[in-house]
């Protein structure tokens, strides 16, 4: 019956968030960013003194508190199984946490500030990291196992730098973007670059995001416009700097408003861009490229978004913004 229940929400009516349903419950510390689990059944939320909550999305209770680190907490991602926990610190430490004990299963100190940290979406051993200014290097939860940096020593990388950096949702390839706005592909298998695209202009991409559904990627580039690219069309693109053009591109024409992060339905159906500037999330329906809604919430406005992410199967968006985590939903 309850699976039965599940397939009924997901299945008829809209699939966006319309209204605010409530927030969760942290014990009152300052929330930095948030994780859903594949299932949508835990939540994972990121605080400002470095504990990571782990929070039943059903009950919207705190099953278990992890000290993870001593800065704030500003990157989380699950491992497969969802037995581990990735999260990375303004603290320079990238940490993976054995949910049932708490305990730290692996630490690294990475010495300057990490702007990614993934857990590869087919393999709980393998994770990606990406420092400021530095390479994205491949990691193992093993100690053990060396750490493999992707080669960008490429002509065509000359003053330009990674600036974000993604798994495609089957884990075979690595996503980057640059300060320039490139897109370079790469085999997680061979760490060989396998494409370069060029866009049609140099705004830095500032966030990949990958659709749990579908072939396809979304950019979130400086110029303030998110773009969504065939990712087919990336990898076959080869390692001459291609010019590709992004199958749609969506942007607040009218006030030209800059997004802090994007996310979207599990189906890519709906695409949310999440404002810097102010607490609002805009969403697209995809197939027609409509904004369709604006969601806002009065008592936080002129507050700046932190994060947003989406339920893996449901229309719910969590955002937070001054620290609290807000649910949206139908």
């Known amino acids: ?3 039965s229940s599940v397939l009924l929400q997901s299945d008829f009516g809209e699939h966006y968030p319309e209204e605010i349903d409530g927030t969760l419950n942290i014990q009152g510390e300052i929330a930095t960013c948030c994780k859903f689990n594949r299932w949508g059944s835990l939540v994972a939320v990121g605080c400002q003194i ?4 782990i929070v039943d999305f059903l009950t919207r ?3 278990k508190k992890i000290p993870a680190h001593v800065g704030p907490v ?3 991602s699950w491992s497969r199984d969802g037995r581990s926990i990735l999260s990375a610190s303004v603290d320079m430490t990238c940490s993976v946490l054995d949910v049932l004990s708490g305990h730290s299963t692996r630490q690294l100190l990475l010495f300057d500030r990490i702007v990614s940290a ?3 979406p ?3 051993k393998q994770f990606l990291v990406l420092t400021l200014g530095g390479r994205p290097s491949l990691e193992s939860t093993s100690p053990d196992v060396e750490s493999k940096q992707l080669s960008i020593s490429h002509r065509r990388m000359k003053d330009d730098a990674v600036s974000c950096v993604a798994f495609d949702r089957r884990g075979k390839y690595v996503i980057c973007g640059t300060s320039l706005g490139q897109i370079l592909v790469y ?9 370069i695209v060029h866009q049609s202009n140099e705004w830095q991409v500032n966030k990949i995001v990958v659709p749990r559904r579908g072939c396809t990627i979304l950019t979130n580039s400086q110029d303030r416009a998110v773009r969504r690219f065939d990712l087919d069309e990336l990898v076959s693109a080869g390692r001459k700097g291609k010019k590709v053009e992004p199958v749609q591109k969506l942007s607040d024409i009218i006030d030209r408003t800059a997004w802090k992060t994007v996310c ?3 189906d890519g159906e709906f695409i949310c861009g999440a404002t810097t500037e102010a607490y609002s999330l805009y969403i697209w329906d995809r197939p027609s490229g409509e904004l369709i809604t604006m969601l806002q919430l009065q008592e936080l406005k002129g507050e700046a978004l932190q994060d947003a992410q989406w339920h893996p199967t449901k229309a719910v968006i969590l955002s937070i913004g001054n620290g609290i985590v807000s649910v949206w939903a139908r």
């Open 61 to 63: 209770g705190v099953v």
């Open 74 to 76: 500003s990157n989380l």
């Open 50 to 53: 470095g504990h990571v909550y």
């Open 118 to 120: 993934q857990f590869n």
């Open 264 to 266: 979207c339905s599990r």
């Open 122 to 124: 087919r393999d709980d």
């Open 1 to 3: 019956q309850m699976i």
């Open 187 to 195: 085999e997680v298998k061979t760490q060989k670059l396998k494409s």
